[in-house]
């Protein structure tokens, strides 16, 4: 907690480490309220640096003893000042010992180590391993670890770190102690230890080598019915990663850990992944299957980091989608092969694409926007961001979109060649992608350089005497904060042509034959491409698979977008076109709540989503991406001056509408997507119980008496959480008259499952039907902890981010709630706090009365004498000009 001003860090300032470590030993003797940390490292001076002084960083420690080649250091060898310990000249090879002191137990910001039902665990991305030992904590330091654990044995009968277990025994006093060694050399970040009570399913694996290892899933005693699906996840994961990458697991043994205590969804340390339970305790009682695929990607995602991330990682923080923009792409594309089909393949790019639109265009447009490689920050932890992530990945994607997929592989195999067990950069990776393919990328950079969502407009002219069709790009981006004009990117758009019978049309460009997608490059600010030979005039495809992260921006009529959605080749060009139909009906309306006008939803728009209800050749996963109405958040972004309540209304009356206009339909596809017999979490199951629970949710939208009936009925009878969830939001968001009882006999099912009961808040939460004394009055309910970072966001950051009409509810109440919850939640845990303080990223954009309460929150919390830096550097954003 600082009261000074808070620091920027530039990237543009970036320099060698001065010293380098080859080992490091550590010793823990572990104790809740007093932990001692001895650590003996052997450092060199970095011939890169002109540097001569060791610096270590450190942080909310006890100094007890620092020795330097055996010799103790007086005050006047050294300099601490803030964060920094700093000694001079030092020799040409140093061999420090550092003992210091740390009270896990006090530690509630789950930074460093920290205690969680009374084990030990840590978490050291980005910058916790300070808060741990002096260190030079910084991802160009790379090591070699040894480490020593001792404790109660009683009390932590498992003692985890990284690597290997090369000895454990007893101490005798009723202590006992595991030394262990990680034969890889890493950064700081991806230290880990645990020390608790837990159990574990394990099993032998056989890699591609022939090697066994030994992968391990440990949770606390109550919980080994819900790991089979993270250890089969493991397993897949560590299968694919050879098949597809030709990547090996490098140690003899894989651990996963759950804590219920946990900032974010899991952490990749090498050997030894922390997870949430979140992302590994599942079974269909508890678990829904948006949790069960969760698990999959992220297990995959955490295993896949173990080359992307740890083997090769980065030089600096700045370079953080290096190695996250990476590993998403990976567990997408991972996700997508477990699944197997096409069609499967493109339900989750549709929800990649939604997640873009949702949380990540948003980003881009606001007061936190910032580069896939940032170009300062103030704290790192505030980056962990959907645009480092998920645009991150989409950067990544687009090079294997524009070099193939064996292009692409030549690019990975060659990055991997050069860069092994080093800290590199983004622009290590181009220039891998480039030299493998001898292909000229250097405009590329401009999606690392730029923030913004490039918008791509698109004008077309059909020539019916010359049969060519002209498609001209335009592209732009808006400004951003510190950038007001862009270079043009490099993107490619996928291209298709539809003839009057749907068919895709043959294209032919420059006289070559580009098969029926063509992948355009667009790299200046305006473009043009011709097609030939075409003999109609065609509706265009345009941006298939949703090929770059931008808008685009065509004006494509109704009759166009029916066209599409029925017939397009492409789903996600498909699905997009129902988008684009809904949207306008949503913006129109939206409009009309506001002038008070009878409100009207046309057939034409009825009748298309009634026909891809019951399109009983298409998957039901897909059917129901193309049913589902863009989000209020995804509406709002359209709308200059953003009512909350007019845009619920609209969406509201929508959902109605499809519920008593489609209430055939809906009834029919009920009932024909059920699943009846044991619970499996595979696609085509996932999908029908999600058209199914979509179904009920339009036709209780409607108030529909058989829709009720059947909520209710499932609710009762319900054989996974899946259903049971569906039926309870059905009844909940319906206002029905039942729901307290519901909801009470919800809780008491479940009360034991703390996975469980974060929905039950999550829901209520986020239903209109809450409003601002509700989400208190929940507070004061006995399971509610806001030191637990799960149970915090399901209840405060649900209510702040998902529950638009009552969050800015126009008295104001919404915004002081959040101030409160902010600086309540910032003494505790910083990043916990600085998310939800991103939940105002957007106050410009509201009316001018929501605007005023929303300006005053931030400027009570920005005013707060005592704030994190990372809070302050989220307000203080969202505040300036
Ligand atoms: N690398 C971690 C995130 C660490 C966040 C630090 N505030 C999880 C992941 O992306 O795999
Ligand atoms: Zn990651």
Redesign the pocket.
Known sequence: MRTDTPQTIYRKDYTPPSYLVDTVELGFDLDPARTVVANRLTMRRNPDSAQREIELYGENLELVALRMNGKTLGESDYRIEGSLLTIPNAPEEATLEIETVCAPELNTTL?GLYTSNGSFYT?C??E?FRAITYFPDRPDVMAKYTVMLRADKEKYPVLLSNGNLIEEGDLGDGRHYAKWEDPFKKPS?LFALVAARLVCQEEKFKLADGREALLQVWVEEGNLDKTDYAMQSLKNSIRWDEERWGLELDLDRFMIVAVGDF??????NKGLNIFNTKFVLANPRVATDVDFQGIEA?VG??YF?NWT?NRVTCRDWFQLSL??GL??FRDQEFSADMVGTESGRAVGRIDQVRTLRQAQFPEDAGPMAHPVRPDSFVE??NF?TVTV?EKGAEVVRMYQTLLGREGFRKGMDLYFERHDEQAVTCDDFRRAMADANGRDLSQFEHWYSQAGTPVVRAETRYDEIAKTYTLTLFQSCPATPGQSSKFPFHIPVAVGLLGADGRDMPLVIDGQERGTTAVLELTAAQQSFVFENVQEQPTPSILRDFSAPVVLDYNYGDADLLHLFSHDSDPVNRWEAGQRLAMGRLLKLTGEVGVGASLLLDDTFLMAMGKMLSDESLDPAFREQCLLLPSETMVAEQIEVVNPLSIHLARQFVRANIGTRLREELLAQYHANQTPGEYSPDALSIGKRALKNLCLAYLTAAQDEEGLRLAQEQFDNAGNMTDRVAAVSALLHARAPNVDQVLQRFYDEFEDEALVVDKWFAMQASSATTDVSGVRALMRHPAFNLRNPNRARSLVSSFCANNPVQFHAPDGSGYAFWAEQVITLDALNP?VASRLARAMDRWRRYTPELQEHMKKALQQVAGQQRLSNDVREVVGKALAN
Request: proline letters at 0%.
């Open positions: 930074n978490q991305e980005a916790g970040y900032n974010m969804g899991a952490m990749e992220v995602h955490e980091h991330g190695k996250e590993t998403v790192i932890n962990y992530y990043q």
